[in-house]
Each structure stands twice: as structure tokens, then as C-alpha cells.
């Protein structure tokens, strides 16, 4: 399988976004304000979903479409390009709301390891 292939990226996903999951549990927003590690792990965690969900085949998403490809991607943009003016409300609302919903999206889809 190679980096490119869709279920490795789909793993990555999964992987990556339970470890932000896990980063943020026991943690407050306010952890965000005074841990900087706390910040740019999640934020970097986030993006490298994004970048495995652009990596995904537009077919491959077609099948999963209870999965928000788009808004995934675009927020890896907005993290990338837009590094200066990331709102940490929206990080941990994401984190917090978000990944728990597409981890088990992904679940579904990727076999156990």
C-alpha cells in the first residue's frame, strides 16, 4: 500500500484524530490560553487530518458521504494558510464536537488493527 493509498490515509485520519481526541481529554478551553505544546499539537493534529483527507480519491468520498470532506479540507487550509489568525474557540469546538463525530465515521469504515 502506498502513502496515497485511500484506506492508509483514511488509517491517518483515524489516528490522528483520535490522539487529538485524547490530547483534549481531562483538558478546558482555557488549557489552549496557557499550554502552547496543548495548541499546537491539537492545531497540527487537525491539520494533518485535512491533508490525509484531501489525499482521499473524490470516488472514495463519494462512498462515505456522512464524512464533511470539504469543511475537513478547508479547515486544514485555513490552519496552514492561515496560522496567524487561528481562532482556538473554533479549534476546541472542532476537537471537542467534531472529532469524536468523525472518529466514529471512520471507525465504521476502517477495519480494527
Known sequence: ???????????????HAREAGEMARGRARSDLDTDRQLQLSLVHLLEIVGEAAARVPPDERIR????????IVDLRNRLIHGYDLVDLDVVWAI?????PALIVELER?????
Open 109 to 113: 469504515i476502517v477495519a480494527p488493527t
Open 1 to 15: 500500500m502506498s502513502r496515497h493509498d485511500p484506506l492508509v490515509c483514511l488509517r491517518h485520519m483515524l489516528d
Open 95 to 99: 476537537v471537542q464536537q467534531d472529532v
Open 64 to 71: 462515505f458521504q456522512r464524512i464533511q470532506w470539504r469543511d
